[in-house]
């Protein structure tokens, strides 16, 4: 492949991003919360609506909800949208999505399109703003979530385009995550593919490609700090310029600081670190050992927080069962706390070398430190050196995954002569051992600034996708760029592509609330097989993921005889099959 530009098809125009995740823990814009008149909320949203100011009282609405106390007294009949106030960096608003003119979803979907045009009012473009799945479970659809998925999503896509703004839909539950991106899929047309000409084949194929991958669980993330970026967590030479200016190094000095390796920057920084008294006498002259201690829990304090990116979630909701990054930080744990479900403390998520992951747990690989345990931070060209000679099983289990999988670099620069030197010695490895697939990459690296020498230096090994380039190059070969906030609004937009694609698990079949969206979905595909629902052999019929399921089973292959290969009507004689077992065996009557 070499290297590939993404362009937007939808240029400047802002688009829709769906994140399995914690919407209170979303570092976003401004946050939409769906409430009823009384500002009666789910109680989940709870933290978020205090951290904004909001009064919460006792409710008798039932339990796992509360009561913002002043919503009621700020609403009238022609406003239900109000914001509370700001939570950190974000507006957080309030809509009342149950009054009673809202008896059917048009009217929910043409109240959540007037709240978020009012809330984007005060917003700059390119901004996000994200919302939870509205009007379901006490919303007052909850029983048919198929009318507000079919009617809400095709809004949003409309809206988010029309108000230049991103969009983050947010589904707590695996089932409405899935549900939702294979309604989006199956309705994807020739004219939304991620750009035009021969630069959107390659990047459709691309796509394509990492998201069978993703499907197989050999799609391994590899995270930099660059993914990090805009949940308070400072780009790197941010961080070391922060601690330069701790240590009196001058504003004149810094371009000459950066100029240097990371770990030489830091050893100036130490160096130049002051005195600090010790509390008991006079201040002392601290060792180079504690000046790195001290700069180590600085760092702890920059980037440590409760907040994650959309970037880190859209890969957390690819559910990939391992992931390896350099960022010290948590992120990536909470994003993937928030998508499996698990504890706030990260029960059922696991950090590598930290613990040993658990059977059928996913986990991370942090191989340059972590926050939770500052000392492991690697920073100095002495912990460089340490990591060189000492992390060893580290560095075997990175060069496995190169060996058995393929990385996705996400937000990392390619600097480090670390991972270097371990991904040239995969490939010179597999080049020996003179493998059918020697000259298949170990990776895709998403690169925001597109760097021609960087390709021809990695050519080969690493295949890459540039977000950067305004589209085909023009007269005299000349390229023409866009600035690094459009660059990373279109990485998000592969991304969310990415999780769309690769999301084929359907934990909604079966669910009752979901039939309208099954059998609608069925019913697209039985009467329009040639149409967008089998474009590009990425959509998948409700039938067809349910005769996959049986499939495990044995069921499925003398059904499909049966119906002549038609999914839908194998699928009913597997599943017929299926509950004359379970009546047989007397599971069921």
């Not at 983050?168 to 294979?182: E, G, I, N, S």
């Not at 390896?324 to 696991?350: I, K, M, P, W």
Request: hydrophobic content about 45%.
């Amino acid at each position: 492949m070499g290297a590939v530009s993404f362009v937007d098809a939808a240029g400047s125009g802002g688009r829709l991003l769906v994140v399995q995740g914690d919407l209170t823990a979303l570092a976003v814009d401004a946050v939409l919360v769906p409430c009823d008149g009384d500002g009666n909320v789910h109680a989940g949203f709870g933290s978020l609506l205090t951290a904004a100011g909001a009064d919460l009282v006792q409710t008798t609405f039932g339990d796992g909800f509360v009561k913002v106390g002043t919503y009621a007294a700020q609403v009238d009949e022609a406003v239900s949208t109000v914001c509370l106030g700001i939570a950190g960096e974000r507006q957080v608003w309030m809509l009342d999505t149950t009054v009673e003119t809202r008896e059917d979803v048009e009217a929910l979907v043409s109240a959540v399109v007037c709240a978020l045009d009012r809330i984007a009012s005060g917003l700059d473009p390119g901004s996000t703003v994200a919302l939870p799945l509205v009007g379901v479970n006490a919303g007052g659809f909850g029983s048919s979530y198929f009318s507000v998925i079919t009617h809400l999503i095709p809004a949003l896509e409309s809206l988010a385009s029309h108000l230049e703004i991103d969009i983050v839909l947010v589904t707590r539950a695996r089932a409405d995550y899935a549900a939702v991106q294979h309604f989006r899929r199956d309705r994807l047309t020739p004219d939304d593919a991620a750009g035009a000409g021969d630069a959107a084949d390659e990047a459709e194929q691309v796509l394509t490609e990492l998201a069978d991958l993703a499907r197989k669980g050999q799609l391994v993330p590899f995270i930099g700090a660059g993914a990090s970026m805009g949940a308070g967590a400072p780009s790197w030479w941010a961080l070391l310029q922060s601690l330069a200016r701790d240590a009196g190094i001058s504003d004149d000095e810094l371009p000459a600081l950066q100029e240097l390796y990371a770990s030489d920057a830091a050893m100036v920084i130490a160096r130049r670190s002051q005195p600090s008294p010790d509390g008991v006498g006079p201040a002392h002259e601290p060792s180079m050992a504690e000046r790195y201690e001290q700069i180590k829990e600085r760092i702890r304090a920059e980037v440590d927080g409760d907040l994650y990116t959309v970037t880190q979630g859209l890969i957390a909701g690819l559910a990939l069962p391992e992931a390896v990054t350099t960022n010290y930080d948590r992120q990536y744990e909470l994003a993937n706390t928030a998508t499996s479900g698990g504890a706030a403390d990260g029960a059922g998520f696991d950090v590598v070398p930290q613990v040993r992951p658990r059977p059928g747990s996913p986990w991370v690989l942090k191989i340059h430190g972590d926050v939770a345990t500052p000392e492991s931070i690697v920073i100095s060209r002495d912990d460089y050196l340490r990591f060189d000679r000492d992390a060893g099983p580290a560095a075997g289990m990175l060069q496995s995954r190169m060996l058995t999988g393929h990385l996705l670099f996400v937000g990392y620069s390619m600097s480090d002569e670390n991972i270097v030197r371990l991904a040239r010695d995969v490939q010179r490895y597999r080049e020996a051992m003179a493998a059918d697939d020697a000259q298949a990459p170990v990776g895709t690296v998403l690169e925001l600034v597109p760097n021609l020498l960087r390709h021809q230096l990695w050519d080969g090994t690493l295949d890459f996708v540039t977000f950067g380039v305004a589209g085909p190059a023009g007269a005299g070969g000349v390229v023409q760029r866009i600035g690094s906030g459009e660059a990373a609004r279109r990485l998000r937009v592969f991304l969310d592509r990415l999780a769309m694609y690769a999301c084929d698990d359907a934990p909604y079949l079966l669910d009752a609330k979901y039939r309208d969206l099954v059998t609608g979905q069925s019913r697209i595909v039985e009467h329009d097989p040639g149409g967008a629902g089998q474009e590009g052999g990425r959509q998948e019929s409700a039938p067809g993921e349910l005769l996959a399921a049986l499939e495990a089973l044995g069921a499925a292959a003398s059904a499909v005889e049966h119906a002549g290969g038609q999914a839908s009507s194998a699928a009913r004689v597997a599943a017929a099959r299926v509950g004359e077992l379970l009546a047989e065996m007397g599971w069921v009557r």
